[in-house]
């Protein structure tokens, strides 16, 4: 086939062309193109399916079975188009002018679109989060409810259903906090001055315990800061990834439990004032 530049005027020139063509055509013709262009059809539902079925039996990512669905489908009834317009008599390179035409106008007015569908691709290839995982993508933190090729979908813990395009996600810095299966979980607590530090640390040792770390994982439990008022204590542990959130409001209830429990004294910032006499 002959090379066809992407001539706005030569295209109208050829849409012309082909008009004229489909007046002149016999009822017979027209009859058998139309029959033509059932069976095609048809033949599209049956590749289509086939298609599906064979995907279904890959181990490719979901999101990707709907973009190859997508890309055969519109080649196949690009083929179809091809097909019945050369059973009517139609010059198949005039025909493939205007649809050059016509595909350079609609690729212009959706760049933006298309540059989501690229960063969809990337998403998905390079596989940096999936589905049902806990992510931070463009300073949003949820769960990946869907990945699309235009947007990723996050579903918040206060119940927001966010939409991200795709080119934000691949231009931000991506958390994946379920990855690894595993998070550290830290806290810090104050206490008095006058509380024994050997019984906070038995109450922090204890609040850590019934919380439920995670076996044979390190847990830290020490001085931070020597602060004005108060002695604050750094405790670290690590849990489910999963886990993550109801394990950190836990540890903060069992925290206040234990600190009653050995009489800990939590502080609040005040000042003491002394006078002299």
Known sequence: MEAVELDPVTAAEELSDIKKILQQLPMRQILWSVVLLLVLLVLVRVIMRLIGRALERTTLDKSLHTFIKSIVRILLYFLVVLVV????GINVTSLVA???VASLAISLSVQGVLSNVASGLMIIGSKPFKQGEYVSLDGHEGTVDEIGLIYTRLHTIDNRNI???NSKVTDSVIQNFSILGKRRLEVLVSASYDSDPEAVFRALHKAVELSGPLEGEEVIVEF???GDSAISYQVCLWVKASD???ARYQLRRNIYRCFKAEHVEMTYPHL????KQ
């Open 163 to 165: 939409l991200l395009p």
């Open 98 to 100: 205007v649809l050059s």
């Open 224 to 226: 931070d800061e020597f």
């Open 85 to 88: 317009s050369g059973s009517l």
């Open 244 to 246: 993550f959130l109801t």
């Open 272 to 275: 003491n004032v002394h006078m």
